[in-house]
């Protein structure tokens, strides 16, 4: 997406247009190593494309011998043997034959946007085998995250006879003990780092589990449903369930859910991944699923789909109900063939979102002032942990990962609710830093109520006597790697250009590469010299311009949520001084009209740095 990745690599080569230090604290470097130059070049040559373009498939992993395939990407290649997975034999044929024997089934998932995907596929999987399940999502605010023993003795009392928890579960021990020795099965579909000893349930499916070589841990949870559903046709086809009067539904499908979930988990944008996007984004084009073309609708968005559209439109409203509204609406929306109900449904999560939009806006100012005043007493300080009981519990997550973005270290926002005297806490890190790892240890520390997470993201809960004790506990835990981390921080450019060679052509050029996101950055290029024309704020936080080369060509561009930093004060303060300008390159559309716009993520001073 937009957000700079800054890396840490020393051994990168020399700082590019010799910039040690640019406005945002950052050395440029080159994203293509020395030991790849040559590979850019062959695979350029070998698929008798522009050497731009070799370059930025070799700096993003790409080889001679696999680069057909990067360009072209195979769901056939790339998706593995489902039985790699371990349990999904188990937990495929127990879902099989629930759909023989019509069972009652219910589906646990997650109120975000993978959760929501994952119970949409499961909902109309089911549909297709001529089921209805029932489908349980629990409320942020009042249950958590994840399966709780309430709710699973509510699904069983109601007659289901097989649960299915997707995008959730494999911390949930206490919780689905309940079914043990009833008439109730339990198979997990999750994607969560998992701790050696797992739930004791029918089947736990997770390319994370501890014991799991299949290679696909990169996945969502929406990726691994795919795989599950890739098997359980399978098992039924061997079974002779199928005929032409009930034939195997078409999964391909339902591959723009997929796509969607894989972008807005911010997973690896490689291997698997990258087929699910390429393909549910054609998929999407074809606008099937209703819930996805009456949301784009109301967000007037009627342009081709690509993954800004999934993670910074649909992404958000979607997520918006279980933030701070109705958590069933994501997966109700994706799953529904009702035109009232989609509209309806598409409308409540647009004024959610703008709602969500307000709210957030405030608590970042707060968290800001609060994360400077920490800084100014501890400018070392390896972790930010901020709190506040007037903050939603729902958007903790995203406070953390704006502060974390402007102070570049992990960050932790906790919002105090009064009930129990517990907080709710959310953290995202930085490259280098596995906050999910913290958080186990937290956990076993006894220094958190619960948690878990990723590397990158984690959630907790804790009591107010434990806060002091885990802010101790985190300093020391994620210290090293994280000032390590921040020792050096590198933002990695994949070559130069003007203004005049940013063009509709040159895009699409790109976009052969894609699509872009988490392990498949999109590409950064620095504009030489360029002068900043006409800088002003818009929106309060963002900082618009014009960049204007020697030769007067010029593209419009603007700094995201820089109005009050050394970016943007840099900006507009550079009175059509030249500057070095590192941003992506995207197409926009406004008023009708396409044109080519640079999101701006760092300046450097050409007066200031080493030639």
């Known amino acids: 997406m937009s957000s700079p990745s800054p890396t840490t690599a020393s051994d990168l080569s020399t700082p590019f247009l010799g910039v040690e230090q640019s406005a945002r604290g950052f050395t440029w470097k080159d994203r293509l190593a020395p030991h790849q130059q040559t590979i850019g070049v062959a695979i350029a040559q070998h698929n008798n494309i522009p050497e731009i373009l070799g370059r930025v498939m070799a700096s993003r992993g790409a080889s001679v011998e696999n680069s057909e395939s990067f360009l072209d990407p195979s769901l056939r290649d790339l998706m593995p043997d489902p ?17 023989s024997d019509k069972e009652n089934i219910a589906v646990f998932g997650d109120y975000d946007v993978d959760g ?11 549909a297709a085998h001529d089921l209805t399940n029932r489908t349980y999502i629990p409320d942020r605010m009042k249950e958590g995250y994840g399966p709780n023993e309430n709710a699973i003795k509510s699904l069983m009392a109601d007659g289901a006879t097989l649960v299915i928890t997707v995008d959730c579960g494999i911390s949930s021990y206490q919780a689905l003990e309940v079914a043990n020795g009833t008439a109730t099965d339990v198979v997990i579909i999750d994607h969560h780092q998992a701790e050696p000893v797992l739930p004791d349930v029918h089947a736990v499916i997770n390319p994370n589990r501890q014991d799991d070589l299949s290679g696909q841990g990169h996945l969502c949870a929406a990726g691994v ?7 359980i046709v399978r098992i039924l086809r061997k079974q002779g369930w199928y005929d032409k009067n009930t034939p195997a539904p078409n999964l ?23 087929a699910y996007v390429i393909k549910g984004l054609q998929v999407m084009h074809n606008r099937q699923n209703l819930g996805l073309r009456t949301l784009f609708d109301v967000a007037s968005v009627n342009s081709e789909p690509n993954p800004y559209h999934l993670g910074f439109i649909l992404g958000p409203r979607i997520n918006a109900g279980g933030r701070i509204g109705n958590p069933g609406l994501g997966a109700q929306l994706l799953s529904t063939n009702d035109e009232k109900q989609a509209q309806t449904i598409a409308l409540q999560l647009d004024s959610l979102n703008k709602q969500r939009r307000d709210m957030e806006a405030d608590m970042v100012e707060e968290a800001v002032s609060q994360a400077e005043r920490i800084l100014e007493e501890d400018p070392d300080l390896a972790m930010l942990v901020v709190a506040s009981t007037d903050w939603h519990k729902g958007l903790v997550g995203l406070v953390a990962s704006r502060l974390t973005e402007r102070f570049r270290r992990p960050t932790l926002a906790i919002s105090w609710t009064g009930e129990n005297e517990e907080g709710t806490g959310s953290a995202r890190s930085i490259a280098g830093v596995d ?13 958190i109520i619960k948690g878990g997470g990723h590397a990158m993201a984690a959630g907790l ?12 506990f985190l300093q020391m835990e994620v210290g090293a790697a994280a000032r390590g981390a921040r020792a050096a921080p590198v933002l990695e450019i994949d070559g130069a250009l003007t203004a005049r060679a940013a063009t509709f052509d040159f895009v699409d050029l790109l976009e052969k590469a894609g699509p872009y996101g988490s392990e498949n950055p999109q590409p950064r290029f ?20 014009s960049i204007v080369a020697g030769d007067n060509s010029r593209l419009d561009a603007i ?9 943007g004060r840099t900006l507009l303060e550079s009175n059509g001084m030249p500057l070095h300008i590192a941003g992506q390159i995207k197409r926009s559309t406004w008023n009708g009209r396409e044109k080519i716009e640079v999101i701006i993520d760092d300046v450097a001073d050409p007066r200031k740095q080493n030639k």
Do not use: Y
């Open 252 to 274: 391909l499908q339902w591959l723009d859910l997929v796509a969607l979930a894989t972008v807005c988990d911010v997973v690896p944008l490689t291997g698997l991944n990258r």
């Open 461 to 472: 809960t804790l009591k107010e006597e434990q806060f002091e004790a885990l802010k101790a």
């Open 83 to 99: 039985h790699t997975l371990q349990d999904m034999e188990k937990g495929a044929t127990r879902i099989a034959r629930a759909i």
């Open 435 to 447: 906050l999910g790892a913290a958080v186990r240890a937290a956990m076993k520390a006894h220094v």
């Open 526 to 545: 620095v504009f030489p010299s360029h002068s900043c024309k006409n800088p002003q704020i818009v929106g309060t936080v963002h900082v618009r311009c």
């Open 116 to 126: 929501g995907t994952s119970s949409a596929l499961m909902t109309r999987f089911f």
């Open 225 to 231: 449903v795919f795989l599950v559903m890739v098997d």
């Open 559 to 567: 700094a995201f949520r820089a109005a009050d930093t050394d970016l």
